[in-house]
């Protein structure tokens, strides 16, 4: 094994096929690693809380696509710089607006601290110079210091009103944003929020700004507001998991139930193998839809039922190959010598079988992934991880693809191939390594 392994990985990098796969897997891998050690874990656990993406635009396009003369507006989110104490506090916000379309819509997120009775005002200042006034909200009188959090929309009908009314009548988001012209005023922008007290103290804690567009972020966002660049890079680890440990345990559970059927050979290899023709006759995907819904759609239960029906295939050829390798005279010699079953196994047989498990390992994982995105496709994955089946689902049921959503179909879609097809180039390399036909040619 010790000539073998080196021979082997060298004849895999060696091909323009597994160096590609090596890439591929190594990319994957390293995508799977930064997912995994990023802050982002909380926005899976909030990938089905509608509310935990309520500030991010509707079916927007990746800000990369963005391009044009007909571009859309940017979807930005700003923090604000508060500054001020007493009963008196501002908090601006810089924002940079570029040529397009005008941004259809403002919000002003914030926390405050204040007593007795307080006054928030909200304007813009705009790139050439104009203050536009966007909303005078009173906060509840307060007797003693309390904290307050609340939201103001532009699309609030108080507050549109009293920009149109301000504006001479042109429309809110054109009034802040618009150069005249039905386009945006490029330039930057200076949102600033004052608090004032009448009596007591009034001070911001926090603030942030959601300007309204219909591009965001790298790979844009689904009908339900959530970020796709989410959803693809928490794939990634979730389908490596799969594909890897199906292939790992059903490699593993078939080598070596082949390999002790093969080897006893008589009435014990033929009652198993009848056993294994049994479960081999399955329709495997009518059970596994049936097992998903009548006992659990939890996606390691789903890799337990890949592995109860991925293990009979292997199966057969490790049998076959142990009869193979036991037929061999140092084998036969090592029986007859009473060395235990357990023993010559280990030593002499599995040794002639690892090759052929490396190569099967390789082969398996693009199976599993594409069977597990099938049965999340179905509806029958789990929910609660947002794995590329799960989006090609929830793309399918609001009709991405007909209204022209491609971000939401195509992305999971290629995802799945490349996973696939890193391994399939890996396993045909492997497989070129350890097969004397296909070494000779």
């Known amino acids: 094994m010790s000539r073998r392994g080196p021979s082997m990985r060298a004849e895999v990098l060696s091909s323009r096929m597994g160096r590609a796969g090596v890439g591929i897997l190594a ?25 935990a993406w309520l500030t991010l635009p509707r079916s927007a396009v990746p800000a990369w696509a963005n391009v044009g003369p007909d571009r859309l507006a940017e979807h930005t989110v700003v923090a604000g710089a508060v500054s001020g104490e007493g009963a008196h ?31 928030l005002e909200l304007h813009v200042m705009r790139p050439d110079g104009a203050r536009v006034g966007v909303a005078a909200v009173a906060l509840a009188a307060s007797d003693g210091a309390s904290e307050r959090h609340g939201r103001v929309f532009l699309a609030d009908e108080s507050v549109r009103r009293t920009v149109e009314m301000r504006s001479g009548g042109a429309g809110a988001a054109e009034a802040i944003f618009g150069d005249g012209r039905g386009g945006a005023l490029a330039g930057r922008y200076a949102v600033i929020a004052e608090l004032h007290g009448a009596g007591g103290m009034a001070e911001f804690a926090s603030t942030r700004l959601t300007v309204d567009g219909g591009a965001y972020g ?31 345990a059903s490699v593993l559970i078939g080598l070596a139930y082949g390999m002790y059927a093969g080897y006893r050979g008589g009435r014990a290899d033929e009652a198993m193998m009848r056993a294994n023709d049994v479960v081999y006759a399955l329709p495997a995907l009518p059970f596994l839809v049936i097992l998903a819904v009548t006992l659990s759609s939890s996606i390691f239960v789903m890799v337990a039922f890949l592995v109860m029906f991925g293990w009979v295939a292997v199966a057969k050829v490790s049998r076959s190959m142990a009869l193979q390798a036991r037929a061999r005279g140092y084998v036969e010699a090592s029986r007859l010598m009473g060395q235990r079953d357990s023993r010559t196994i280990l030593r002499h047989v599995m040794p002639q079988l690892l090759p052929y498990a490396l190569a099967s ?15 999340s496709f179905l509806g029958l994955g789990d929910p609660e991880y ?43 390399s492997l497989d070129a390594a350890v097969n004397p036909r296909m070494r000779r040619a």
């Open 27 to 51: 990319a994957l891998v390293a995508l799977s690693a930064a997912t995994l050690a990023s802050g982002i874990g909380e926005a899976v656990r909030e990938w089905n809380d509608p509310a």
């Open 386 to 428: 947002p794995t590329w089946g799960q989006m090609l689902r929830d793309a399918s049921l609001h009709g991405a693809a007909a209204r022209g959503l491609w971000w939401w179909v195509v992305p999971p879609g290629l995802m799945i191939a490349l996973t696939g097809l890193a391994f399939v180039f890996i396993g045909g």
């Open 218 to 248: 790298l790979m844009g966002t689904d009908e339900m507001r959530r970020d796709l660049a989410v959803g693809l890079a928490w794939g990634a680890p979730l389908a490596l998991f799969v594909g890897v440990s199906v292939a790992v």
């Open 361 to 375: 390992i390789a082969i398996s994982v693009p199976a599993a992934i594409t069977t597990e995105a099938g049965l």
């Open 89 to 119: 506090s501002v908090a601006s916000h810089a924002l940079d607006v570029g040529a397009g379309a005008v941004p259809p819509g403002l919000m002003l997120e914030y926390a405050a601290r204040h007593s007795g009775s307080a006054l």
